[in-house]
T-cell receptor, first 112, second 119 residues
Framework: DGGITQSPKYLFRKEGQNVTLSCEQN?????MYWYRQDPGQGLRLIYY???????QKGDIAEGYSVSREKKESFPLTVTSAQKNPTAFYLC???????????FGDGTRLSIL | AQKITQTQPGMFVQEKEAVTLDCTYD???????LFWYKQPSSGEMIFLIY????DQQNATEGRYSLNFQKARKSANLVISASQLGDSAMYFC????????????????WGLGTSLAVNP
């Protein structure tokens, strides 16, 4: 089955620690996205990538970093500079043209 | 200014009845697309339906239909014959621009409407 896999489902971060959220897709999509969702809120774009080895900052990129070394993979690192990382993180990918974004099941990040 | 407005934080509907979830948008771009997504309590975001600004007819997808009123800048989601499994958050989103000068084109999201279907 084609789809987007996010792991882990739950993640805990200690103060001062960097953590990496995994996002893998086998849909052969070029574009991939990372969103953050806080309780009672819509989605806010962190980073997006149109193609391998290229990515752009979204609306709330501070304290986050990404890489896109392979088409299938778009990992997100939440750095210690992100002072309020507790949130639900969603990864998405999209085929070219007017296609909708398709999402993974999300990772819930909490602070220990 | 908020570009996507969902005015109903919460809605209730009786099972088997129809329900309309409101969405208004603001854009000066003549070309745009409107999307509705469903987010159950488990968290995944499920694409439901899409309407392009140049589409002549309202989009339909099974029990979902989009009441697209361009002059009013509204794109309301209609769910017919509600089921218990329809209980979820529903998000309206907009993408501005067209063509592939935007494979990266961002979605602008509303704050969502929580729908509860009563048995």
């Amino acid at each position: 089955d084609g789809g987007i896999t996010q792991s882990p489902k739950y993640l805990f971060r200690k103060e001062g620690q960097n953590v990496t959220l995994s996002c893998e897709q086998n849909l052969n999509h070029d574009a991939m996205y990372w969103y953050r969702q806080d309780p009672g809120q819509g989605l806010r774009l962190i980073y997006y990538s149109q193609i391998v080895n290229d990515f752009q900052k979204g609306d709330i990129a501070e304290g986050y970093s990404v890489s896109r070394e392979k088409k299938e993979s778009f990992p997100l690192t939440v750095t210690s500079a992100q002072k309020n990382p507790t949130a639900f993180y969603l990864c998405a990918s999209r085929a070219p043209g007017g296609q909708p974004q398709h999402f993974g099941d999300g990772t819930r990040l909490s602070i220990l | 200014a908020q570009k996507i407005t969902q005015t109903q934080p919460g809605m209730f509907v009786q099972e088997k009845e129809a329900v309309t979830l409101d969405c208004t948008y603001d854009t000066s771009d003549p070309s745009y697309g409107l999307f509705w997504y469903k987010q159950p309590s488990s968290g995944e975001m499920i694409f439901l339906i899409y309407q392009g600004s140049y589409d002549q007819q309202n989009a339909t997808e099974g029990r979902y239909s989009l009441n697209f009123q361009k002059a009013r800048k509204s794109a309301n989601l209609v769910i017919s014959a509600s089921q218990l499994g329809d209980s979820a958050m529903y998000f309206c989103a907009m993408r501005e621009g067209r063509g592939n000068a935007g494979n990266n084109r961002k979605l602008i999201w509303g704050l969502g409407t929580s729908l509860a279907v009563n048995p």
